[in-house]
Structures are given as structure tokens and as C-alpha cells.
């Protein structure tokens, strides 16, 4: 019997089932998404006192869509990536934060991975192509933009169909850096 990560291995099989798997990663993808906003919450407060009661009350509101829509994009992007699986959950919630308008930094996304795993990930560091500029990545993420319309982004805006072009803006956005 091996000790490796967060679990016994043995005979080299860390998990039973496919389930398993994706559930010890959704779990990830919950305490990091939880972590982030425990770190931007301190921060705000710190830096932003006087709107931080709003500020808090939205980011309550959102601490379920973003997991879920990091998730998904976990699981979407999973197949096509060219990331291992743990900082590829980091990718994709560094992603839908920055999608969502919930500001993160690599370094935040770094001390949470130290808490989380018990070592730094660092989100977005890339060996060749960045795997969210390819089509498969666009088609992903713009996927899961439309999944969550009409719970996260719609209300204000308007149906679904009015809204596939601000999604483009914002991948494009997204790709740009901004």
C-alpha cells in the first residue's frame, strides 16, 4: 500500500471508479473556489472597507454558480487540455472567476492550493499552446456560459439568445488578458 496525495493507493489504482474520480475533483474544485473567496474577502477588507458589505453579499450569492461553472468546464475540458487534471481545476476556477467579475490573482489561486493540497498549483502556467484559446476551449467555455444564463448572467440582461454575442466579449476579453 502506497500513501500518494490525499488517499491510500493500492496496487497503483488511486481510484475504483471513474465516479470516484470525479467526485475527488469536484471536492477540489469546491475548496478552491471556497478558499478564493475566504482570500478575496480578506482582501477587500482590508483594501475596500466602505463597499465590502456588498461585495461579500454577491460573492455568498455566487460561491455555488462559479463552482459549478468550474466544473463543468472542469469536466469539459478535462478530454482536449493539455493539463493534468489538478491544475487544470485551478485553470478553470481562476476562469469563471475572472468570467464572473470576481477578481483572483495566481498568487491567491497559489496560497489556496497550498492550503488545499498541501503544495502551490499554479493556475495558468503553460508548456505550449494555452489549452482555452484553442476552439475546443472557446466552444467550453462559451457552453458554459449559456448552461448558466438564466441563473447567473440572464436575469438583468435579457433571453438567451441576446446574449451570445456579450459571451464572445467576454472570452474575448478573457483571451486578451483584460
Request: charged share 30%.
Given at each position: 500500500?502506497?500513501?500518494?496525495?490525499?488517499?491510500?493507493?493500492?496496487?497503483?489504482?488511486?481510484?475504483?471508479?471513474?465516479?470516484?474520480?470525479?467526485?475527488?475533483?469536484?471536492?477540489?474544485?469546491?475548496?478552491?473556489?471556497?478558499g478564493?473567496?475566504?482570500?478575496?474577502k480578506?482582501?477587500?477588507?482590508?483594501?475596500?472597507?466602505?463597499?465590502?458589505?456588498n461585495?461579500?453579499?454577491?460573492?455568498d450569492?455566487?460561491?455555488?454558480?462559479?463552482?459549478?461553472?468550474?466544473?463543468q468546464l472542469?469536466?469539459?475540458?478535462?478530454?482536449?487540455?493539455?493539463?493534468?487534471v489538478?491544475?487544470?481545476?485551478?485553470?478553470?476556477?481562476?476562469?469563471?472567476?475572472?468570467?464572473?467579475?470576481?477578481?483572483?490573482?495566481?498568487?491567491?489561486?497559489?496560497m489556496?492550493?497550498?492550503?488545499?493540497?498541501?503544495?502551490?498549483?499554479?493556475?495558468?502556467?503553460?508548456?505550449?499552446?494555452?489549452?482555452?484559446?484553442?476552439?475546443?476551449?472557446k466552444?467550453?467555455?462559451?457552453?458554459?456560459?449559456?448552461?448558466?444564463?438564466?441563473?447567473?448572467?440572464?436575469?438583468?440582461?435579457?433571453?438567451?439568445?441576446?446574449?451570445?454575442?456579450?459571451?464572445?466579449?467576454?472570452?474575448?476579453?478573457?483571451?486578451?488578458?483584460?
Open positions: 500500500m502506497i500513501v500518494r496525495g490525499m488517499k491510500e493507493v493500492k496496487s497503483g489504482m488511486r481510484w475504483n471508479t471513474i465516479d470516484e474520480f470525479i467526485d475527488e475533483h469536484h471536492e477540489i474544485i469546491k475548496k478552491i473556489v471556497r478564493v473567496f475566504r482570500e478575496t480578506l482582501r477587500d477588507t482590508y483594501y475596500d472597507s466602505e463597499d465590502q458589505e461585495k461579500t453579499a454577491m460573492r450569492r455566487h460561491l455555488k454558480t462559479i463552482t459549478r461553472m468550474s466544473f472542469w469536466k469539459m475540458s478535462r478530454v482536449f487540455s493539455n493539463r493534468s489538478v491544475p487544470l481545476c485551478f485553470d478553470c476556477c481562476y476562469l469563471m472567476f475572472k468570467l464572473s467579475g470576481n477578481r483572483v490573482s495566481i498568487a491567491e489561486l497559489e489556496v492550493g497550498l492550503e488545499v493540497l498541501g503544495n502551490p498549483v499554479t493556475a495558468l502556467k503553460w508548456r505550449k499552446e494555452r489549452w482555452f484559446e484553442s476552439e475546443k476551449g466552444k467550453a467555455i462559451l457552453e458554459v456560459l449559456a448552461l448558466e444564463c438564466p441563473y447567473y448572467l440572464g436575469a438583468a440582461i435579457g433571453p438567451a439568445k441576446d446574449m451570445k454575442p456579450s459571451f464572445l466579449q467576454l472570452y474575448e476579453d478573457l483571451v486578451k488578458g483584460e
